[in-house]
Each structure stands twice: as C-alpha cells, then as structure tokens.
C-alpha cells in the first residue's frame, strides 16, 4: 500500500516562504502513471487543489496561485516539495500531498493522500 | 476557476437514500468524465468513492454510485448507515486547462 507523509514547519511568519516535503514509500515517482500533487483545506473550508508535478518535473497549478507557488519532484530521494512565497494569514491550512491516478488519460482523480500538514502563518 | 456548487448540507434515515449534487460549468463538470468524489471524516484525509462520474474503486461500498447530466453529477448514498455521516467533496479535472476544482463540500447528517 502506498504511503504519504507531510513533513516541514507547523509555523510561518508573514511575508516568509512556506515549504513543506511529501516522502512516498511503497510507490515509485518514477512511474509514468501518476502525477503527484498538492492540495490544501483552512480549517472548516473546502479542499482548494494547489498543483501538480509528474516525474519530468512538468508542472501546472491552480491559476489563482501561481504566481506565488513552486512544486518540485526529487525521484532519487522519493519525495516531492511544495514552496508558497509571500504567505498571509489566509495560508494557515491543512497541506495534503496526494496521488493522481492517470494512466494512459484514463483516471485522474487522488487515489492516496497523506494524513494532512497544519501550517499555521502568524508572526 | 470557481469552486464547483454543492449543497451545505444532506441529511437522511438509516436506510434510506440521499444525493449529494455537484455544479460546474461545460469547462469542467460538463465537459469531461473526470469527475470524482471524496468522503472526508473529521481529522482524517479525504478517502475517494467515486471515480470518473460512475466508476467505485476496489474496497468501496456498492450503496455508493455517481451520475452526470449536463454540468451537474451526483452522488447517491443507499441505505445509510450511521458511519456514512461525513463531509463529502466533488473535484473535476477540467482537461483543457489542466487544472483540478474540487466542490464547496457536504455536510452529510443520518438522523
């Protein structure tokens, strides 16, 4: 069974960069059957999906975020990364990394998630 | 992108059935079948139901299926039981765009 864990700072000061880490076990990044991706929920709000990266490193995110955020995909270390620049208190959420299932333009929907990161923005 | 129409809030017996809509435009919910749905409980990750509008994975109940007309797809819980009561969420991957936009969320309540 596939498995996904957040990991990085539960704190972040306004104005800062927010940067969490999703490690994959039990799953190969590798695999051109699936994209990773990010998602994020403030508390009591609905999911927002953030984007997503696929084992080339090609990209694509939510437009309404763009501008500000980085993910990125390490296949050797079996993780892949969230960067958000210049966070404001309407950051503070749950990050999800999750994994879409797509194979052959077929799927494409979050079969595994991880359990949640809370990222709190206040000075 | 908008965030995908849902109602607040469904409530239903034990027993019986309910349907949860899920609103979009011809440039996602309308336009593809990558429509999926996801049964949150609280603390815990959302957990997928439904794939592509009608499609259960492995391990998922039967009493769970999904439709689509037009913009709108659904999503029918029969015979509720007590553990189905949970908040659920529709996401759609709109295909020209490549972009993901998931819905406003449903509180499910068994009475």
């Known amino acids: 069974q596939v498995q996904l864990q957040e990991s990085g700072p539960g704190l972040v000061k306004p104005s800062q960069t927010l940067s969490l880490t999703c490690t994959v076990s039990?799953?190969?990044?590798?695999?051109?059957?699936?994209?990773w991706s990010w998602l994020r929920q403030p508390a009591g709000q609905e999911l927002e999906w953030i984007g997503r990266?696929?084992?080339?490193?090609?990209?694509n995110y939510n437009p309404s975020l763009q501008s500000r955020v980085t993910i990125s995909i390490d296949t050797s270390q079996d993780q892949f990364s969230l960067k958000v620049n210049s966070v404001t208190a309407a950051d503070t959420a749950v990050y999800y990394c999750?994994?879409?299932?797509?194979?052959?333009?077929?799927?494409?929907?979050?079969?595994?998630w991880g359990q949640g990161a809370l990222v709190t923005v206040s000075s | 992108q908008s965030a995908l129409t849902q109602p607040a809030s469904v409530s239903g017996s034990p027993g019986q059935s309910i349907t949860i809509s899920c609103t979009g435009t011809s440039s996602d919910v309308g336009g593809y079948k990558f429509v999926s749905w996801y049964q949150q409980h609280p603390g815990k990750a959302p957990k997928v139901m439904i794939y592509e509008v009608t499609k259960r994975p492995s391990g998922v109940s039967s009493r769970f299926s999904g439709s689509k007309s037009g913009s709108t797809a659904s999503l029918t819980i029969s015979g509720l039981q007590a553990d189905d009561e949970a908040q659920y969420y529709c996401c759609s991957y709109a295909v020209n765009s490549f972009i993901y936009v998931c819905g406003t969320g449903t509180q499910v309540t068994v009475l």
């Open positions: 039990r799953g190969s990044l590798s695999s051109g059957s699936y994209y």
């Open positions: 999750a994994r879409i299932f797509d194979v052959s333009g077929t799927g494409r929907y979050f079969d595994y």
């Open positions: 990266v696929y084992m080339s490193g090609h990209t």
